[in-house]
């Protein structure tokens, strides 16, 4: 710790030292390096100030110790005199540094560390043990400067002692008590005592805080070890003379040389702003005091600095004292306590000017040479008036010791009270330590078993850390084939939706050249149809014709006004049949057209027969409901024949039946009626037969095997509707064959709906036959 210091004799030499922060308060002071400081009072602001050493917060009271204490011994144990002098804000630590005993202190913390003062006591006696040509004498006196007034610390009726100017120029206490001191422990029980006289006072900033400026000083003579024996001697043989009653007595003189150094170690009080420390009433007015004499030491500093001719060590008891020190002719160490807190950084910095500008000040320190010539007579009457002082003093001491003593067996007394009391309360803790030790144990045990789990949970976190890793880079890939996929699946969802669209454009057109195609079969049927019908119907004509030319023949006279008709017939016949064949030519081309159509329909519809099965069962039906109109318009050509050999009565007639039978046969059949079933308003079935009307312009309906039939009047079976009031006349398919296929006919005003349904063959042809007449088929 000591290496990086070499101490200079030729001026002060000044220390920092910086105590921990208190709290969790934050800090304004960082240490660069061992010499310098950095110190902010706010966070752009920083200066840095450099000094002989820098104490921070982890260095201790030895540290301290050895560079600030040991040197001064060594000086002063040559005879100079040295100055330790503690500097600093309230609260920032001198007192810990320098009059720290760590007496009752039986913790190990830096706060029960001993300071300075033990530390020194200690190493002087070491040392002077170690000077075995000298003989040493110490001497302690303490006092305090309270208010600016000087009292012994030693001697408590000793009280505002005047300072009075020595020969060579330098203040002395008057009348301040030395105590001689043989041992260190009698010397460290006598500042331990004095300590005690100290003034302290409780403030906002130190519970502890010192309301004076506190001077311990050490005196150590050191004569050379012959000289002493020599003058015991002396004495020796002149008190034998002075028991023998010789007059006169050895003219001898004795002279004492040697050396002394004083050490004055000060604890300043600390300088406070009395809004902080909240300072009222005597601590005001001590705080005022304090403030003061600290104002003129750093004037008396500032003018030894910058050596100005006048020093104002007269303004102020605390300089006056300081003056032999100040002036240079003593080795002076400053150790100055700084708080590291940024609420204390404003003190701090000017304390830390005061360091610095303190450095300036110029020593030289001198060795104070003794020589005491004294003739043994003299010697004598010293001896008796020091024997008078001793004497004194012990009747003091004694008088001191047993008021002490009386005090101490009441304390006793009352310390024994409290034993038992404690003693009773120790049974009880007893019994309660043992419960804490067993709860301890079973934390204990609980704290392992928790550090196991604690364990156990950090590794499992850790795998499962690192499976959440690779889960989270799975996570990554799957998410970006997600993204890809959504991509993709829009690429698709838009294709989709383009061949739903084309579907459905299909199955638009499929429908459409399905109706068409439903529509060409329709009028195939109808031409074939009507091409059979007129086929043979032209060569049926053509058989009668021939016949009634037979007849007319036979009785041509009988029919002579008929001849002309005949002819007419005849070429009328003729024309029909040309039209026939000729009608029989187109119609045939056309077939093929038509047929080549539906052949290349029956392709696409091939074709398409994967995508559109449902379209299958219509093919079906379709071709279905082909061959029941083949079967119809052979049972619908068989009634008709019948019909019209029925009728054929005459040749007109026949004429005028031939004549519409290609066109109307149908109707003529329809007129027979066709079997419904008619839903009554109970919702029951009942079976009726429906025609069109001969106008035309109604249906009629009646009950199957209704008397009388279609032509007897007034029968009240039938009933009549105006086609105009059919409501609707709807095909449904009931079921998946072609023969299921309903065919629902509502008739009547709104107020009064019939519902017809026609599931034959005939119905279907029937209602085709209304469609072709323009009625609207759903
Ligand atoms: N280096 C340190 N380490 C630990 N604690 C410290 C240190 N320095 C000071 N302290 C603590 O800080 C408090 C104030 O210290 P101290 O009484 O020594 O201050 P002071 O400067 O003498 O104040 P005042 O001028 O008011 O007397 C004390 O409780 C002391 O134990």
Redesign the pocket.
């Known amino acids: 710790m000591t290496e990086d210091y070499e101490s200079d004799n030729s001026r002060v030499n000044v220390f920092v030292?910086v105590?921990?922060a208190k709290g969790k308060e934050e800090k304004a002071t960082r240490q660069a390096s061992v010499k310098s400081l950095r110190i902010s009072v706010t966070k752009k602001s920083e200066k840095t100030f450099v000094y002989d050493r820098l104490f921070g917060e982890k260095d201790g009271q030895q540290a301290v110790y050895d560079v600030v204490g040991r040197p001064v011994i060594q000086d002063v144990l040559k005879g100079c005199n040295g100055c330790i002098m503690a500097y600093?804000q309230?609260?920032?630590?001198?007192?810990?540094?320098l009059l720290n005993m760590a007496n009752g202190g039986s913790g190990t913390g830096?706060?029960n560390q001993p300071g300075l003062v033990p530390r020194i006591v200690t190493d002087l006696y070491i040392s002077m043990a170690a000077d075995f040509m000298g003989m040493f004498t110490v001497s302690v006196a303490m006092c305090q400067i309270y208010n600016e007034q000087i009292d012994d610390l030693l001697k408590p009726k000793n009280t505002n002692l005047r300072l009075t100017m020595t020969n060579d120029k330098s203040w002395e206490v008057d009348g301040l008590s030395w105590y001689k001191c043989k041992t260190p422990e009698y010397l460290l029980s006598v500042i331990s005592n004095g300590r005690k006289r100290l003034v302290y006072a409780e403030t906002e900033m130190?519970k502890?805080?010192?309301r004076s400026h506190a001077v311990l000083m050490i005196k150590v003579q050191r004569h050379n070890r012959s000289d002493v024996e020599r003058k015991e001697q002396i004495e020796k043989e002149a008190a034998e003379q002075e028991s023998d009653g010789e007059e006169g007595g050895s003219k001898a003189e004795v002279v004492l040389r040697g050396r002394q150094g004083i050490l004055s170690i000060i604890d300043l009080?600390?300088s406070e702003r009395v809004k902080k420390s909240k300072s009222s009433g005597i601590q005001f007015t001590e705080a005022k005091k304090i403030n003061n004499s600290l104002l003129v030491l750093g004037q008396c500093i500032q003018a030894l600095a910058f050596k100005k001719g006048h020093i104002p060590y007269r303004d102020s008891a605390l300089t006056k004292f300081l003056e032999p020190s100040l002036r240079g002719t003593a080795r002076v160490n400053l150790l100055v306590?700084v708080a590291p807190e940024r609420t204390h950084a404003n003190e701090s910095i000017s304390t830390l000017e005061f360091a610095h500008r303190a450095m300036s000040v110029a020593t030289n320190p001198t060795v104070n040479e003794m020589t005491v010539c004294t003739s043994p007579k003299e010697l004598i009457a010293d001896l008796a008036t020091a024997a008078s002082v001793v004497q004194l003093e012990q009747t003091e001491a004694l008088q001191r010791i047993t008021g002490e003593n009386m005090r101490m067996e009441e304390e006793l007394k009352t310390l024994k009270g409290e034993n038992e009391a404690a003693a009773k309360g120790n049974q009880q803790k007893a019994t309660e330590i043992k419960d804490l030790k067993a709860k301890h144990a079973d934390l204990t045990a609980k704290f392992q078993d928790l550090e196991r789990d604690t364990i156990r949970i950090t590794t499992e976190a850790l795998v499962k850390e690192q499976d959440l890793r690779s889960e989270r880079s799975k996570l990554d890939a799957e998410r970006d084939l997600s993204a890809r996929l959504t991509r993709e699946n829009g690429t698709l969802k838009r294709q989709l939706s383009e061949a739903l669209a084309t579907i459905s454009r299909l199955q638009g057109d499929l429908a459409s050249q399905q109706t068409q195609l439903r529509e060409h079969i329709e009028r195939i049927q109808w031409i074939e149809e009507s091409i059979g019908s007129h086929e043979t119907g032209a060569a049926e004509i053509e058989g009668k014709m021939q016949c009634m030319v037979d007849i007319l023949d036979q009785t041509s006279t009988k029919i002579e006004g008929l001849e002309g008709a005949l002819t007419e017939a005849r070429a009328k016949a003729h024309v029909l049949g040309e039209r026939c064949h000729s009608d029989k030519s187109q119609w045939t081309s056309e077939k093929g057209v038509l047929h080549a159509l539906v052949n290349s329909m029956q392709k696409k519809l091939a074709q398409r027969e994967e995508e559109q099965r449902d379209f299958e069962s219509r093919a079906c039906a379709a071709a279905m409901a082909e061959r029941i109109l083949w079967n119809v318009l052979r049972e619908c050509k068989e009634r008709e024949i019948e019909a019209e050999k029925a009728q054929v009565k005459v040749g007109v007639e026949v004429s005028a039946k031939t004549k519409a039978a290609h066109i109307d046969s149908l109707d003529e059949w329809l007129k027979c009626g066709i079997p419904v079933i008619k839903w009554g308003r109970n919702n029951k079935p009942y079976p009726r037969l429906v025609r069109v009307s001969a106008d035309g312009k109604s249906l009629e309906w009646m009950k199957m095997g209704g008397k009388g039939g279609w032509g007897s009047q007034g029968d009240r079976g039938v009933r009549s509707f105006p086609l105009k009031d059919i409501s609707s006349i709807n095909t449904s398919e009931a079921g998946k064959s072609a023969r299921e296929v309903l065919y629902t006919v509502e008739v009547g005003l709104p107020e009064r709906v019939v519902r017809m349904d026609l599931a034959s063959p005939k119905g279907f042809l029937w209602f085709h036959t209304l469609k072709s007449r323009g009625l609207n088929i759903r």
């Open positions: 030292r105590r921990p600093g309230t609260g920032a630590g001198k007192t810990h540094s830096e706060v130190n502890h805080s010192s009080a600390g306590c």
